[in-house]
Structures are given as C-alpha cells and as structure tokens.
C-alpha cells in the first residue's frame, strides 16, 4: 500500500536526551519505509551523530506533509502555530508530562505510525485565536494561540481593571489579577487550573474566566468561538499589563489600549491514531475513575 504521507518533518525538544533517543530512531525507522525525512533545525543541531537534513520550521511547514512533534504539550504548541500557517499536518510523540496533544507512547510510535502513513488514522480541525493590541486606533502587536490569551498584570496579585465587550456590546467590567480566554484545546490546561470548565474539543466556543476576581458573583463565561472579543484597558491605569499567548509570547498593553480577540484564519490540522477516544485521554491524565461495571 503506498504511503499517504511522504515528506516527514520531526520537531521536538532541543539537548533532550529522550527526545534525541526518539528522533534518532524516527529517522531510521522513516527512511527504511522510504519517507524523505527532514529535522528542524534546532533539534539537528543536538545530532551531530549522524547526517540529517536540516531545515527551519517556516521551511518544513512549506516542504512537509506530516510533522511528528517529539515532546510535551508545549513543544507541541510552539510549532503548532508557525505549522498551522501552511495546513501542514500534526501528530506528537509524548516526551513531556501529561501530554493532551500528544498521542502516541514513545516506545509505541513504530506499530502507530505505520498505520498512520497508510492511511489509518483520524483527523481534527483545532482552531486558534488570533490576538491583537489596538493603540490610538493602529494594531501595534499581534500573535496567535492553540490553548489560551492571558491579560495580566506583570506583578504577581496585582489586581487591574477592564472592560470586556463581545461583538461591540458590553458585557461587563471586571476587577481581578487578569482574564484567561482559552479555546477548547485549552480547556484542560491553564484554564481548568483557575476553575475552567472543560470544553470538548469539537465545540466552537472560547472561555472567559477571570482570575481571582474582587467579586462575590462572578462565573466564567463560554460564548460562541465566531464572536469578536474586545477587551478595553482603562486610560487612567498605573500597571504594567501584556497579553500572553500559550504562556510563550507576551504582547505589551498600555493604559488606553483595546485588545481585541477572534479566531484565527488557519486551524491546527490535528493527526491522531483510529483508535483515538477524546473521553480516554481526559480520564487517563485527570485521573477520573473508570467504569464501575
């Protein structure tokens, strides 16, 4: 059976000594079924063993088919949002703790992948936020996000104020350390820690969940995943605040500034083995109970 997918990048975790193992052994394993194989430039830096075809992640977005993301949760984030700009394909090896986007068991990958590069697997769409902060009516940053926009302070318990407006009508103005704003791939992560509730991964919703709020009636909020989010920074503020998109990239916000919020154009085109089961995952790393029967 020809295989559907040819052209293999591997991104993982630089100087990790797990990930090296994993990617040394993903680069034989793929060359004997006769993939082309490339390696993202970081991690072929720490295998300086063997000859592998180097190439950056922008480059493998645009020459791959298939990404294999050799880490954890984050390793997986980082590359999602460059890789989701060319609708590459994602599937992660868990070299990292709990491991919600990655899939397959490190000393499984050989039967998975097989059956993946013939055809047998499932594909999900993931959507992203695109983050944008408005000053005097210019967009000054922006950036993108698979789990979750973070407003906060850069103080740790230093409570700001802000309006949030959904779809140019006012919601309601808030005093708390900040706002978490996830999608549903982020609902099991920085989210569920504040108290989130958990979205499945096919809902088209995001989550408004302030933090730590000065108020004795506040609940989080879902609303539809197509609405246009504004957050409106008061002019009179003192504190330091930025926008922080999967914990990675921080996007300063001054006094005055607008942040606005709305799904991003491209998806993270999420690859998964048959016998993918959302509801195992969720079990298996929240250690919920299993059937009584």
């Known amino acids: 059976m020809p295989l559907v997918f040819k052209k293999i990048g591997l991104v993982g975790k630089p100087n990790h000594p797990d990930t090296q193992t994993t990617v040394k052994g993903l680069i034989a394993f793929l060359s004997k079924l006769g993939c082309e194989v490339f390696v993202e430039q970081k991690v072929a830096c720490s295998l300086a063993d063997i000859q592998v075809k180097e190439i950056s992640l922008v480059e493998l977005g645009q020459t791959c088919d298939l990404a294999i993301v050799v880490g954890g949760d984050g390793n997986m984030l980082g590359a ?3 890789l989701s700009k060319y609708g590459t394909a994602v599937i992660g090896i868990n070299r990292g703790n709990l491991g919600f986007l990655t899939d397959i068991h490190p000393e499984a ?42 407003l906060h302070s850069d103080k740790v318990a230093h409570m700001i104020e802000f309006e949030v407006y959904i779809n140019d009508k006012f919601v309601f103005s808030q005093r708390a350390d900040g706002l978490i704003m996830s999608t549903p791939t982020g609902s099991t992560a920085y989210s569920l820690s504040g108290g989130g ?3 499945t991964s096919n809902l088209n919703a995001i989550c408004l969940l302030p933090m730590f709020p000065h108020s004795l009636a506040n609940r989080p909020i879902v609303v539809d995943a197509d609405s246009q989010l504004r957050l409106v920074m008061p002019i009179k503020s003192q504190a330091q605040l930025g926008v922080t998109c999967d914990g990675h990239v921080t996007l300063q916000v001054l006094p005055g500034d607008e942040i606005h919020i709305h799904k991003h154009p491209n998806t993270l085109k999420l690859i998964h083995p048959k016998d993918y089961n959302y509801f195992n995952v969720l079990r298996r790393k929240l250690n919920w109970g299993s059937k009584l029967y």
């Open 80 to 82: 999602a949002r460059v």
């Open 197 to 199: 509730p958990i979205l």
């Open 109 to 150: 990958y050989e039967n998975v992948l097989t059956q993946v590069l013939k055809g047998d697997f499932s594909t999900e769409e993931r959507f992203l936020l695109q983050v944008e902060v408005h000053r005097h009516n210019e967009v000054k940053s922006t950036n993108s996000a698979v789990n979750e926009a973070v």
